[in-house]
């Protein structure tokens, strides 16, 4: 990362104010299956994870073969690669705190927060939904951008 980014990481670390805000993030195929999932041990709340995740989607795009110019977070070569590239730039260098888990533990792990990045044609969508025991959350996603707007007019 070129710029200091206050959601990373590594800089919440060295700057101690990380929240345990959990979340997971399934993503998946234009078949809907799944091809990752990670789980992200602090602030997955919309306006740090969210957003994070949001810029690395919006920076790159979906093809099919990479060019030369490809650099990491530029070209996706497909879903799979996008996960590969995601996992990487959310990790960093720092242990822990992001690892990769299996589809059935989606939303089973005392998560905050819920993303889902499906492909489509196009590319793929990002939508993110609040996790509580109580809820099925099979029909209530929501568009990250609808969820953002919504948190920071609470604030």
Partial sequence: MSSYDVCSIPNRRKASIIMATR?????????????????HHYDGNPDCLGVTI???????????????????GTQFNGVEDFAAQLLIHLKGTAPGMVYLETASN????????????????????????????????EDDWEDINVVLERETSKK
Avoid at 56 to 65: A, D, I
């Fill in 23 to 39: 979340a997971s993030i399934a993503i998946t195929n234009m078949m809907d299956e799944p091809v990752a999932c990670i789980y």
């Fill in 54 to 72: 949001k810029k690395f989607l919006e920076g790159g795009k979906f093809v099919n073969g990479l060019t030369k110019e490809a650099e990491m």
């Fill in 106 to 137: 989606f939303g089973e792990l005392g998560e905050n927060w819920l993303y889902r990045v499906m492909a489509h044609s196009e590319g793929a969508s990002l939508e993110c939904i609040s996790n509580h025991p109580m809820m099925d959350f």
